[in-house]
């Protein structure tokens, strides 16, 4: 009933820069949550931003000062700007959404989890 769909992914050097997008759509009545978790190779899956429906937001120690969370609420999309990026912040970047959807007429929770999105911080 909800998907989303991630993009910006890629490869880019040391101290360079990036931008996720994640679009949400199906029958959404609202959203009260949208985050970015990341998951690199032997390791967990572990929340990087998140950001509540009043605007709060969170950051992994490990990224703030370099990582923006932003939403568009028009287009129930966050973004992830990724700047003075480093070899550690190489992982997969899933996105995830909390809310409520309509379903005939009543309103369900849904939490769903984007495909994922390699990022590749090398020279």
């Known amino acids: 009933q909800v998907q989303l769909v991630e993009s910006g992914g890629g490869l880019v050097q040391p101290g360079g820069s990036l931008r996720l997008s994640c679009a949400a759509s199906?029958?959404?009545?609202?959203?009260?949550?949208m985050g970015w978790y990341r998951q690199a190779p032997g390791k967990e899956r572990e929340l990087v931003a998140g950001?509540?429906?009043?605007?709060?937001?969170n950051y992994a120690d490990s990224v703030k000062g370099r990582f923006t969370i932003s939403g568009d609420n028009a287009k129930n999309t966050v973004y992830l700007q990724m700047d003075s990026l480093k070899p550690d912040d190489t992982a997969v970047y899933y996105c995830?959404?909390?809310?409520?959807?309509?379903?005939?007429?009543?309103?369900?929770?849904?939490?769903?989890w984007g495909q994922g999105t390699l990022v590749t911080v090398s020279s």
């Open positions: 950001m509540i429906s009043g605007g709060s937001t």
């Open positions: 199906g029958s959404i009545f609202n959203i009260d949550a």
């Open positions: 995830n959404a909390e809310g409520r959807y309509r379903d005939y007429a009543r309103l369900k929770p849904f939490g769903v």
